[in-house]
């Protein structure tokens, strides 16, 4: 419902509006002076001058009076048409103004203190959700700022650990590397030793070998002569010179047995066979040894030299 000042302002217009101009024109006339009193005000008092001229006449005093009286009616008519149009201006504005107050303004006004009031909550809604992302922000970049320090402080420890890992791997290779070298050097005089020792054999095996095969030849042609101790004598110092040819210590044991000395013809013949058991001839001069003592081990040798080679029965003497 409007209020009461509005439903006052309505009254008042319409009042305006529906009264007749000649009550309002009636209303200020009577506001306004009558024409004949205003002519003895507006006539002036006539002094004479003491140097004014002749011509100032009573008639033509009264023409100036009338003249202003004209222009003064003028006014009051041009002044009673303005009042009168302004009543129905103000009139229509007064209306005007009431109907919107009544059906406009206050929902107007509700609307928009309604609309001021989402406004400032949406602002304060909007003001906190920003503050709480803006906490959730900082909270977030607190916390990202504490995992790149972790990482950081995680990353300078794995890298002081590989320094230390890598020092001390340096230091192990430095002390391989010296143990290593150390080794060389001691393997490489080792082998410079033994080279200059299997030099030394060498010549002295070379000379050995020389001296052995000489004696061997002077062995070997005293045997085809039958001199069986001249034989064993070469044979001997060839033998001291190579204890490990077994062919040497084959020819002792045949020249023994031609000597009818069994027991050393033996002695040399299986010292042969063990260093050389597929030995054909220490086989069949063992065989030759026991044909007469003991058959049976004569048979036994004389088939193993047969099993090393079957055509060996030719030559055998058995």
Same mark, same amino acid.
């Not at 101790?229 to 210590?249: D, G, S, T």
């Given at each position: ?129 920003? $503050? ?34 890598? $020092? ?151």
């Amino acid at each position: 419902m409007a209020s009461l000042p509005l439903l006052l302002i309505l009254a008042m217009a319409i009042m305006i509006l529906i009264m007749p101009p000649s009550v309002v024109i009636a209303s200020r006339l009577s506001q306004t002076r009558p024409v004949s009193t205003l002519s003895p005000a507006l006539s002036p008092t006539i002094v004479a001058s003491p140097t004014a001229p002749n011509s100032n006449t009573p008639a033509s005093q009264n023409s100036q009076a009338q003249q202003i009286l004209s222009e003064a009616q003028n006014d009051v008519s041009i002044a009673n048409t303005i009042i009168y149009y302004s009543g129905y201006i103000v009139a229509i504005m007064t209306l005007l103004a009431a109907l919107a107050g009544i059906f406009g303004i206050p929902e107007f006004f509700r609307r928009m203190r309604r609309l001021r009031t989402e406004t400032e909550t949406s602002i304060q809604q909007l003001t906190s959700n920003t $503050e709480t992302h803006i906490q959730q922000l900082a909270s977030i970049e607190q916390q990202f700022r504490e995992q790149l320090v972790q990482h950081v402080e995680h990353a300078e420890r794995e890298s002081q650990k590989l320094e230390e890992r890598l $020092e001390q791997f340096t230091k192990l290779f430095e002390r391989e590397s010296q143990t290593l070298r150390e080794k060389i050097e001691q393997l490489t005089q080792q082998f410079q030793e033994r080279l200059e020792l299997l030099k030394k054999d060498f010549e002295l095996d070379s000379q050995n070998f020389m001296e052995a095969s000489y004696n061997f030849n002077l062995g070997r042609e005293a045997y085809k002569i039958g001199d069986n101790e001249h034989a064993i004598e070469y044979y001997l110092k060839a033998f001291q010179l190579q204890p490990k040819n077994v062919r040497v210590m084959e020819r002792l044991g045949r020249a023994y047995s031609n000597l009818d000395n069994i027991e050393k013809a033996i002695f040399y013949l299986e010292k042969a066979l063990s260093l050389d058991s597929s030995n054909e001839a220490a086989l069949r001069s063992l065989a030759l040894c026991y044909r007469y003592t003991d058959p049976k081990k004569a048979i036994e040798y004389l088939n193993r030299s047969l099993t090393v080679n079957p055509r060996g029965y030719i030559n055998a003497d058995v």
